[in-house]
């Protein structure tokens, strides 16, 4: 059976990326586990990050920690290029991502949000607005976006959405671990100062 891109599945184990969009707050979380296998290496890593100047976008990431800070400079370097337009710089940098011949064997995927837009990029091309402003990323993904999912409508706070998603995910996946990095952005502090 052959993997639908040449990104390897192995690689994907080992942490959980959720973002919640609610109320004018959007919020990415990310826990602390790194795995190598079935062995954890480290506990409080920090896959959560702003970026840009005026860190007015989040982002976190699953897969190799080089390939992912690359993909991080990359992304900063577009939106230097379009610093209003978090889905053109996304998509910009997405092609680059599936046409650049080094930049086609970076093992890694992103969730990059600001104030109004979560989305998901894949060394595939992909740059994905996910419905109910919910995404994951992660061996423990669907287990976060699950719970995030059954909690959306009974909790108004995108962060008390996201660290419960995030505790039952670490409940549930082995590569997942409940030591967050959590970043927020709101309508009034992503405002260019």
Same mark, same amino acid.
């Given at each position: 059976?052959?993997?639908?891109?040449?990104i390897?599945?192995?690689?994907?184990?080992?942490?959980?990326?959720l973002?919640?969009?609610?109320?004018?707050?959007?919020?990415?979380?990310?826990?602390?586990?790194?795995?190598?296998?079935?062995?954890?290496?480290?506990?409080?890593?920090?896959?959560?990050r702003?970026? !840009?100047?005026? %860190?007015?976008?989040?982002?976190?990431? @699953?897969? =190799?920690t080089? &390939?992912?800070?690359a993909?991080? *400079?990359?992304?900063?370097?577009?939106?230097?290029?379009?610093?209003?337009?978090?889905?053109?710089?996304?998509?910009?940098?997405a092609k680059?991502?599936?046409?650049?011949?080094?930049?086609?064997?970076?093992?890694?995927?992103?969730?990059?949000?600001?104030?109004d837009?979560?989305?998901?990029?894949?060394?595939?091309?992909?740059?994905?607005?996910?419905?109910?402003?919910?995404?994951?990323? !992660?061996?423990? %993904?669907?287990?976060?976006?699950?719970? @995030?999912r =059954?909690?959306? &409508?009974?909790?108004?706070?995108? *962060?008390?959405?996201?660290?419960?998603?995030?505790?039952?995910?670490?409940e549930?996946?082995v590569?997942?671990?409940?030591?967050?990095?959590?970043?927020?952005?709101?309508?009034d502090?992503?405002?260019?100062?």
């Amino acid at each position: 059976m052959s993997e639908p891109s040449s990104i390897n599945a192995a690689n994907w184990c080992g942490t959980t990326i959720l973002a919640v969009h609610k109320n004018g707050k959007t919020v990415i979380a990310g826990d602390g586990q790194v795995s190598i296998g079935s062995t954890v290496v480290k506990g409080n890593a920090q896959k959560v990050r702003k970026l !840009g100047a005026t %860190g007015t976008v989040i982002t976190g990431f @699953a897969g =190799a920690t080089a &390939d992912a800070m690359a993909l991080f *400079e990359r992304l900063e370097t577009k939106l230097e290029q379009y610093p209003t337009q978090l889905a053109r710089a996304c998509v910009e940098l997405a092609k680059d991502w599936r046409t650049d011949r080094f930049m086609r064997r970076l093992e890694a995927m992103l969730i990059v949000a600001d104030k109004d837009t979560v989305l998901i990029l894949t060394g595939a091309g992909d740059v994905l607005e996910p419905e109910h402003g919910i995404a994951a990323i !992660g061996s423990g %993904g669907n287990f976060a976006q699950s719970a @995030a999912r =059954a909690l959306f &409508d009974y909790e108004e706070d995108p *962060e008390v959405i996201a660290r419960k998603a995030m505790a039952i995910a670490a409940e549930i996946c082995v590569y997942t671990n409940s030591n967050l990095t959590v970043e927020i952005l709101t309508q009034d502090e992503s405002a260019p100062t």
